[in-house]
């Protein structure tokens, strides 16, 4: 096996190429080209699964190092914790007092920003990075008119095949 990652790269590079020709060529073949998407896909899953076994081990051996340089690129080590959970409301209401708050002169009890700029400082805590065009219609918004719309996408899903257990089904499998 060869230790040059350029050359690994190249050949990756090689096969992924063959099937996209592959694909364009069977074209007018749905179901002979929903086979190349299928290989698409477990090469996929198994570059996420090697990406995964091998940057941990990476991470172990760095030890304290935060960053590699290596053929003109950074390999960048960062710790954080996952987060799940959230309690939105709780949070929401939490900023949204030291919001106020901060918008109060002490000496005078004025008020120093508008109802809308506390609104737009609330968002900047929860990094929205998306709106939901559904509720925003419900409330007569047109997301369209405050981004820009690309192109519609249509995605495949590739689920895999359903493991068959003592000749049955699960999806036919009476209860």
């Known amino acids: 096996m060869s230790t040059d990652p350029q050359e690994r790269v190249s050949k990756l590079e090689t096969i992924i190429d063959e099937l996209t020709q592959q694909a364009v060529e069977l074209r007018s073949t749905p179901r002979e ?9 477990t090469i996929k899953k198994m570059i996420a ?12 051996v760095m030890g304290d190092d935060p960053e590699i340089e290596i053929n003109g690129a950074i390999v960048e080590k960062r710790i954080g914790a996952p987060r799940k959970a959230w309690k939105h409301a709780e949070i929401a209401d ?17 008020v120093m920003k508008s109802p809308e700029e506390m609104m737009k400082e609330m968002l900047s805590y929860g990094a929205v990075s998306y709106w939901r065009v559904k509720n925003l ?3 007569g918004v047109i997301a369209d008119e405050y981004c820009e719309v690309g192109e519609p996408k249509t995605s495949i899903v590739v689920r895999q095949a359903m493991t068959i257990v003592d000749g049955q089904d699960p999806d036919t499998e009476e209860q």
């Open 33 to 41: 080209m929903a086979a190349v998407v299928s290989e698409l896909h």
């Open 49 to 60: 699964d090697a990406w995964e076994h091998v940057s941990g081990m990476l991470a172990d």
């Open 94 to 110: 939490e900023v949204a007092r030291r919001i106020i708050s901060s918008a109060v002169d002490m000496d005078t009890g004025e």
């Open 137 to 139: 219609s419900k409330i």
